[in-house]
T-cell receptor, first 111, second 113 residues
Framework: QKEVEQNSGPLSVPEGAIASLNCTYS??????FFWYRQYSGKSPELIMS????GDKEDGRFTAQLNKASQYVSLLIRDSQPSDSATYLC???????????FGKGTHLIIQP | NAGVTQTPKFRILKIGQSMTLQCAQD?????MYWYRQDPGMGLKLIYY???????DKGEVPNGYNVSRSTTEDFPLRLELAAPSQTSVYFC????????????FGDGTRLSIL
């Protein structure tokens, strides 16, 4: 049984600060890693994808992957109130089947 | 540019009724997926398809059926609805399996009473 673990939160961060979201996964054969943002009552929206060890930056977002530790993280710089949402970590095994999702971390950016 | 379209957006069913949740994508993606999301939980895979005529079970397939007669459409059938099937259902598609990002529809919120 593949598992993806996230701290459910809520994680409260002041506006303008860095928000750090973490995720661990159980399957060492995992090949693809995604962060989705989900606003209340809405569908998941892709924020970042990462496939190899190290950092990947896109605007205010940085995804970090450490396959040896089976650990993925998402950093959000200069956090804005509009970043308040649930962030889902998703892991893919490289096959045809779907992604394995964590339960999500509820992030609150305090103005 | 519609992406993934799901209908209906909301539905209330009585126990024992049946219904079909519709999903269509216009991105020519071969891979399509059905997930359910219960409150405070992540998404659980119900069924997936790698192309027309090919479907397979995911983690929680009991009580559901699917078909894939065309590349564009991937309907999910609920037979004999039960309260445990109350959930939000998301359809997604991707270009090439789980190594590619999945694009989600807006979801169908289903209540079984």
């Amino acid at each position: 049984q593949k598992e993806v673990e996230q701290n459910s939160g809520p994680l409260s961060v002041p506006e303008g600060a860095i928000a750090s979201l973490n995720c661990t996964y159980s399957d060492r054969g995992s090949q693809s890693f995604f962060w989705y943002r989900q606003y209340s009552g809405k569908s998941p929206e892709l924020i970042m994808s990462i496939y190899s060890n190290g950092d990947k930056e896109d605007g205010r977002f940085t995804a970090q992957l450490n396959k040896a530790s089976q650990y993925v993280s998402l950093l959000i710089r200069d956090s804005q109130p509009s970043d308040s949402a649930t962030y889902l970590c998703a892991v893919g095994g490289g096959g045809a089947d779907g992604l394995t999702f964590g339960k999500g971390t509820h992030l609150i950016i305090q103005p | 540019n519609a992406g993934v379209t799901q209908t209906p957006k909301f539905r209330i069913l009585k126990i024992g009724q049946s219904m079909t949740l519709q999903c269509a994508q216009d991105m020519n993606h071969n891979y399509m997926y059905w997930y359910r999301q219960d409150p405070g939980m992540g998404l659980k895979l119900i069924y997936y398809s790698v192309g027309a005529g090919i479907t397979d079970k995911g983690e929680v397939p009991n009580g559901y059926n699917v078909s894939r007669s065309t590349t564009e459409d991937f309907p999910l059938r609920l037979e004999l609805a039960a309260p445990s099937q109350t959930s939000v259902y998301f359809c997604a598609s991707s270009y090439a399996g789980s190594n590619q990002p999945q694009h989600f529809g807006d979801g169908t919120r289903l209540s079984i009473l």
